[in-house]
Each structure stands twice: as C-alpha cells, then as structure tokens.
C-alpha cells in the first residue's frame, strides 16, 4: 500500500524553537506539498516542490522554509516557532502520472506552539 | 484571498436523506475540481473529480454537478448513512497552475444521524 509518511503525529514547542517536520513517501512522486488546516479555513498551501532541490512558495510561506535533498522527503521547517503557528500540518504527494493528478495525504502533525 | 468558497461549514443530515456541499470559484484558468474526504485523524482522501468538459459526474451514491458558467460546482452525497459523517474539501487547480498544485475550499463538517 502506498504511503506518505508524517513522523510525528503530535508535537509540542516553545515560542522561538526551530522546528522541523518530516514528510516521506514511498510512491516515487515528482511533486511534494506542505498544507496547514485550520478549522474555518480549509486547506491552505505553505511551500511545494516538484523535484529535487526545488521548491516555490505557495499562498501563506512565511516563517516557514522547507528542505528537499531526496525525492522522497520533503521537510517543513519553522524556523523560530509562534503560537499563530499552531495547527493541523498536513504533507501531499502526487505525480504527473497519477490519474487526476490524485494527492496522497499522510495522517497530518498536529503542532502546538507553547 | 479565497479562490474557492465553499458552504455550509457544517451540515447535519438524517441517515437516507441527501446531503449537498456547494463551491464556487473565482479563477477562469481553473479545469479540474476534486472532492476529499477526510476522517478524523486521517489526511484527506480523494473521493470523486470532474472536469469542465461535462456538467455531471456520479460514482456509486455520490455526484458532482458543475455549472461552468456561474463557476460553481456542488458534492451530492445520496442515500447519506453515518459512516458518510466526515470533512469534506472541494478544491480546483488549472493546467496553468504549477504541478497540480490545488486550491482548496473552507471544508464542510457532515453529520449523518442514525
């Protein structure tokens, strides 16, 4: 079965920390997605890659960064952690071969900044 | 800015009765429009998709109806049972957008009641 892998499912920081979230997937995917969820708000992309050491912002990328070395992981970093930041992080995979260009999701980290 | 406005945010439904999400976008460029799914403690899941090139698209209990011209698109789920209570996201994304990356709505909370 395949699968994006989120490694945390639960984490809480402190105001300032750096933070890193881990993203794998096992599907051979060109294109990685970070997306925050927030009640009221849906779904709202952070940063993407589509291969190797690219990246682009997508609609809210700021105090956020993000680190693709490997094809399959895709790392979300925070780099001084704020309570604004907390919430649902999701992480998606998709190819330009899926059919409907469908997102694999992993579970999602839920991050609490204290 | 909210490409795509979903409603309502929450619906409660009877079990057997027909529960309907509406979306609306603003971006013409836009031409393909999933629905997820989501449970709790899982990442969304694609359920059905279409594209502008037909008004309708059904798959078992669920349909999607797509008006191009009022640039809106509805998820009907027919027969609801409770194991149908979930979150459910529209989303959009056009072939000008980079990567499949898509444009998510605000998500509806559905409750089907035994």
């Known amino acids: 079965d395949v699968k994006v892998t989120q490694s945390s499912r639960y984490l809480v920081k402190r105001t300032g920390e750096k933070v890193f979230l881990e993203c794998v997937q096992d599907m051979d995917h060109e294109n990685m997605f970070w997306y925050r969820q927030d009640p009221g708000l849906g779904l709202r992309l952070i940063y993407f890659s589509y291969d190797v050491k690219m990246k682009e912002k997508g609609d809210i990328p700021e105090g956020y960064s993000v680190s693709r070395e490997k094809k399959e992981r895709f790392s979300l970093i925070l780099e001084s952690a704020s309570t604004n930041q907390t919430s649902m992080y999701l992480c998606?995979?998709?190819?330009?071969?899926?059919?409907?260009?469908?997102?694999?999701f992993g579970s999602g980290t839920r991050l609490t900044v204290v | 800015q909210q490409q795509v406005k979903q409603s309502p945010q929450s619906l409660i439904v009877q079990k057997g009765g027909i529960s309907i999400i509406n979306c609306a976008y603003e971006?013409?460029?836009?031409?393909?429009f999933p629905w997820y799914q989501q449970f709790p403690g899982k990442g969304p899941a694609l359920l059905i998709a279409i594209r502008p090139d037909v008004s309708e698209k059904k798959e078992g209990r669920f349909t999607i109806s797509f008006n191009k011209s009022a640039k809106q698109f509805s998820l009907h789920i027919m027969d609801s049972q409770p194991g149908d209570s979930a979150t459910y996201f529209c989303?959009?994304?056009?072939?000008?957008?980079?990567?499949?990356?898509?444009?998510f709505g605000q998500g509806t909370i559905l409750t089907v009641h035994p």
């Open positions: 998606a995979s998709t190819s330009y071969h899926s059919p409907n260009y469908g997102y694999t």
């Open positions: 971006n013409t460029a836009f031409d393909y």
């Open positions: 989303a959009a994304s056009g072939s000008g957008t980079s990567y499949g990356k898509l444009t």
